[in-house]
């Protein structure tokens, strides 16, 4: 097994410069950090390099396995290691990955589209939560947080490596595509018709916009519906993350029920 | 209106000791901070005295109201503002409040139990979460942040101020109580009964366990029921507090449901 101990090493240095968004869009290449994401970049086939610590015993299954694989596994210092992690405690394992190729827009009958949703966090985390309800695809419009920053990746809990994402330049055009081939295309909007009685088919597209401003106006204009959650107590308003995981299980749960119940075989026989 | 600029102001000082729990609980006041949880404050009679600087034009309404309502109002110095908030850059309000007397068990269709949530953004948000969707209480079990500490009452976005919350020693014991008295208490645990399938009859009280290790085994024993949400997709598990938030959603649509097609009526003319 290769072995590098120096932080100056040309490989280490190229490596360090994936922190930056710039050189990781670049490379089109990216670090996840820490067992678990690594064992998610392997089962995906995305990593291409895994670096190791000499006593980083929860992660010797990954290395291992990356071995086999064929991939390049390198043993590293701790200096190098914490030259690369964005944590106080690094967690003994890195791998570089290559971003998937992802040019065709998400299909099935429900995917997530965030509208310069700002925070890291709530990115990763609305991410996490379409893939646990079943999600088949998420559009990441302009103004989003960076997908592949260390906080983005670290709210996913590896639900990056699960299903098709898709950066696009020009949400509302991509909106008004998926309308055109019948999606619903939902926006969440305060003052928005309520959410559980307005029933929208599948497949639909559930919008979720900016923390602070909301949607968009132009990709508002390109939605179909625009529905709210009810606020029937003294909040005002929900956590963004929140707000969006209870729409994003509440059209799931819809799903599955005109799933079991036939409607979705009665409404593709009469097409 | 008095003024005072010092930081050593033995009535400052006071104020200063609410940053730690111990004195927030022995003489049952805290802190809140910024116009926002003033004007809750103020609404929920709670507000004792009200700090303001010299130039936060923001705040100044809320200053007026709590002269008008007779409370002491102190203008203050950057410096003491400084000396007592938690933000790097201080709001420009303070209010000292007294906690409200919250001795009876909650009551109504839908409650909300924690259960040693650890992490006070999580506990202020699923408090918020639980506000907006018309719950009648929160009981708060040993284990769980501080209600009363500034990043759980930020979280909960003013919420603190809408719905009992109770801090009770013996959580296990009084979610007994509240099933003899015919509440379903239900347990949100990793391997229990999908939660759309079953479907306990109001009232309900939905209990969220710690992050890392679930619902204590005391508490599980007490509830009526074992429940999870379904995972469809590739995740493993939900952020905490969305997960919390798309039951207690669930919860309500139901409760609505059931109120709107009379179901409750007639099971309350059956008793």
Redesign the interface.
């Known amino acids: 097994m290769k072995v590098i101990e120096s932080i100056r090493n040309p490989q280490i240095q190229a490596l360090r410069k994936l922190t930056r968004t710039r050189d990781r869009r670049e490379s089109r290449r990216f670090l996840v950090e820490g067992p678990r994401m690594a064992e998610e970049a392997l089962a995906a086939g995305l990593c291409e390099t895994v670096l190791i610590s000499r006593f980083a015993e929860r992660s010797q299954a990954a290395a291992d396995r990356a071995e086999a694989a064929g991939l390049e596994v390198i043993q590293v210092s701790e200096a190098v290691m914490e030259s690369l992690s964005e944590n106080r405690t690094p967690q003994g394992i890195l791998c570089l990955c290559r971003m998937p190729e992802q040019e065709q827009m998400p299909e099935g009958p429900l995917i997530l589209a965030l509208d310069a949703v700002q925070n890291p966090g709530n990115v990763g ?1 609305m991410i ?8 088949t695809g998420v559009l990441l419009g302009s103004g989003c947080a960076d997908l592949y920053s260390p906080k983005t990746l670290s ?1 996913t ?3 990056v ?3 098709p994402i898709l950066s696009v330049p020009d949400l509302a055009q991509s909106l008004m595509f998926l309308a055109e081939k019948g999606a619903a295309v939902i926006a969440t909007e305060l003052g928005g018709e309520d959410f ?1 009685h307005a029933c929208p088919p599948s497949p639909s597209v559930l919008v979720i916009g900016n923390e602070g401003n909301g949607i968009s106006e132009k990709v508002s204009r390109a939605a179909t519906c625009h529905l709210a ?1 009810p ?9 963004a ?6 729409m994003i ?2 059209m ?2 819809r799903e ?1 029920q005109r799933f079991s119940s036939g409607t979705q075989t009665k409404e593709k026989e009469n097409d």
């Open positions: 985390t996490r939560t379409a893939d646990a309800a079943g999600f709210a809990m590896g639900s490596f699960h299903l559980y959650l606020m029937r107590g003294g909040a005002e308003s929900l956590n993350s929140v707000a969006a995981g209870i299980y509440e799931a749960r599955e």
